[in-house]
């Protein structure tokens, strides 16, 4: 686990402005930097970039975060990896728990250079193989679309790559998955006679490969082991070659083989990537919904196609919120998006993509198919096979469109589905609005604690009152703010420290606000120390009305002698004369 002080010294290091400058040119406005928004297409620039505070924030799509976020939002990295992308950058050293960090780097810096050695070698070979050269102008590969992936080929023979490496025998080579080393003690390449797909992380760096058999050996396909660099199921194949494509579409196609993603960008359709030969997974998924709104998973029309779009559903959902959608496209008989292409053009795959069958529709299709809904026990079954799926589901709105169409297609209604399903109802009456004089106190407060936030040891939390939402996230904030010891946090560890919480949207919103209206900094704590006397006066008020319903239905007698003081106070400072006995 990487310590929250790592974190908070790391993003004090780095300049936001001139990290997300190095993938979105920045132009000067005002006390801001604005651009395009790199996450969402637009014409007019409302992406805006703060400098004092380190934070971004899209005023279209609502994209905020610090340079972590932009990170794990722009090149898709996971958590971890955008830490060591930063941490890189600003020259510091993650810790590792087990003081091992150097070392770990030192190795995955070794393997990612023989990995790129090997990927050098093959790409040379297939050159001068007119075999590999053949089958892959059959396949409609052009030269140009060979070197965009980088593709290659291992030749035949045992030992092919002890002409690329000096130490043959090396353990790194084992260690990478290049090289074999047998019962016997033999060693040999694990690829012979393939063509050569590397796969390429979001650095740009080869960290695998796949290798389709020329001719009719087996395996069909085969992909390097999981290694230090490699995970099976946090990587796909084609993402760096389409980032941009999915960017301007904001739509990824997710297809089975190599060769499909190789053929689409062919017949320039460059957004699609594909998986490693394994189910999709959860990881895989979570990476692409970083990258676009729209995941379209296009398989084959058969059994196993719909097994494997079965499998993506099933690990998509926990995934999946209310401003990303998730489809199928199921090919006809016998063909693949490879074959489909090369018969009928790009157009023809393309206006599968936009009839795409939605998450929904797909989830309950399938239930239905497996169900007599025509009996009781049919329409029983589908609400309990529906059951875990729903429970998984972390989109609301998604869920109760789903248990809508359930007591439909049941019989049962809204309500028993989401008794049986064990599901919170999405669909009782919202509560009474609280009052909107807290709100419009508080918003300015929670500006006021993000612009500075030495003011928050000088709150008196008491005062907020309890049944506000941004009573509560000021609370959050201040603990958050004092936790942060004798440095005080600035905005970026404090989106760090929030994120997941259940108040991160407000305060995000709030600092948006900020960017545009910030405090003069000369006034700051005055407009901090109205706010204060404004919530004092609010708790005035409430103990005096506390205190007056009690009078009136119990009389000055039923006062304790603390709260005949309190009700006497009250009385003087709204100016009322009375006496009390």
């Given amino acids: 686990m990487i310590p929250d002080s790592f974190i908070q010294e790391m993003l004090y290091r780095i300049d936001l ?46 994209a905020h975060g610090n340079a972590i976020g932009f990170l794990m939002e722009y090149s898709g990295l996971g958590f971890v990896d955008a830490i060591k992308e930063l941490a890189g950058r600003a020259g510091m050293q993650v810790p590792d728990d087990h003081g091992a960090a150097g070392q770990h780097v030192g190795k995955s810096q070794a393997l990612g250079e023989i990995m790129a050695r090997a990927a050098r070698f093959y790409y040379e070979q297939l050159k001068g193989s007119a075999r590999a050269v053949s089958y892959l102008k059959e396949r409609g590969v052009s030269g140009e679309i060979a070197r965009r992936f980088g593709l290659g080929y291992a030749p035949e023979g045992w030992q092919n790559l002890a002409a690329a490496f000096d130490d043959y025998s090396s353990s790194e080579l084992q260690l990478a998955g290049l090289v074999i080393n047998n019962e016997r003690g033999r060693l040999y390449d694990r690829f012979r006679e393939r063509v050569m797909f590397p796969i390429v992380s979001q650095k740009g760096e080869v960290i695998a490969f796949g290798g389709r058999v020329l001719g009719q050996g087996e395996p069909k396909y085969l992909n390097s082991p999981e290694t230090p660099l490699f995970e099976k199921g946090r990587e796909v194949f084609g993402l760096p070659q389409a980032r941009a494509a999915i960017r301007a579409q904001d739509v990824v196609i997710v297809v089975e083989g190599y060769l499909d993603v190789v053929a689409l960008a062919q017949h320039g359709i460059g957004n699609a990537v594909a998986t490693l030969g394994t189910a999709t997974t959860t990881m895989q998924v979570q990476k692409l919904l970083r990258q676009a709104g729209r995941i379209v998973f296009c398989y084959d029309g058969d059994a196993a196609g719909r097994k494997a779009a079965w499998r993506a559903l099933e690990n998509s ?102 008794r049986l399903c064990d599901l919170q109802s999405l669909a009782r009456p919202a509560p009474a609005r609280a009052p909107r004089q807290a709100p419009s106190l508080l918003r300015p407060l929670l500006r006021l604690l993000l612009q500075k936030p030495q003011l928050a040891g000088g709150l008196p939390l008491d005062l907020l009152p309890g049944n506000s939402t941004e009573a509560r996230a000021v609370r959050l904030l201040c603990e958050t703010i004092g936790d942060g010891g004798v440095r005080m946090l600035a905005y970026p560890a404090l989106i760090e420290k929030l994120r997941g919480s259940e108040y991160e949207g407000i305060l995000r919103a709030a600092a948006a606000e900020l960017m545009q209206q910030p405090f003069a900094e000369e006034g700051i704590d005055a407009e901090f120390e109205g706010a204060v006397k404004r919530l004092l006066e609010g708790e005035h008020k409430r103990v005096f009305a506390v205190l007056q319903e009690k009078v009136q239905q119990l009389g000055v007698s039923g006062l304790s002698s603390e709260e005949k003081q309190q009700y006497l106070t009250a009385l003087g400072a709204r100016g009322r004369p009375g006496s009390v006995g």
Wanted: aromatic letters at 8%.
């Fill in 17 to 62: 402005v001139d990290l997300i400058d190095g993938y979105v040119p920045l132009k000067k406005t005002g006390a801001n930097f604005a651009a395009c928004c790199p996450f969402h297409s637009e014409k007019s620039p409302s992406f805006t970039v703060s400098p004092s505070k380190q934070f971004y924030h899209c005023f279209g799509c609502g």
């Fill in 317 to 418: 959902l926990e995934v999946l919120t209310e401003q990303k959608s998730i489809a199928f496209v199921f090919l006809p008989e016998g063909e693949d998006p490879d074959s489909l292409v090369r018969k009928r053009g790009g157009e023809a795959l393309q206006r599968l993509i936009a009839q795409a069958t939605p998450l929904s529709d797909f989830l309950l299709r399938e239930l239905a198919g497996h169900c007599d809904l025509n009996s009781a026990e049919g329409r029983a079954r589908l609400v309990a096979d529906a059951k875990p799926l729903l429970g998984r589901l972390q989109s609301s709105l998604l869920r109760l469109q789903l248990v809508k169409r359930l007591a439909e297609n049941s019989g049962f209604s809204q309500a028993e589905v989401e």
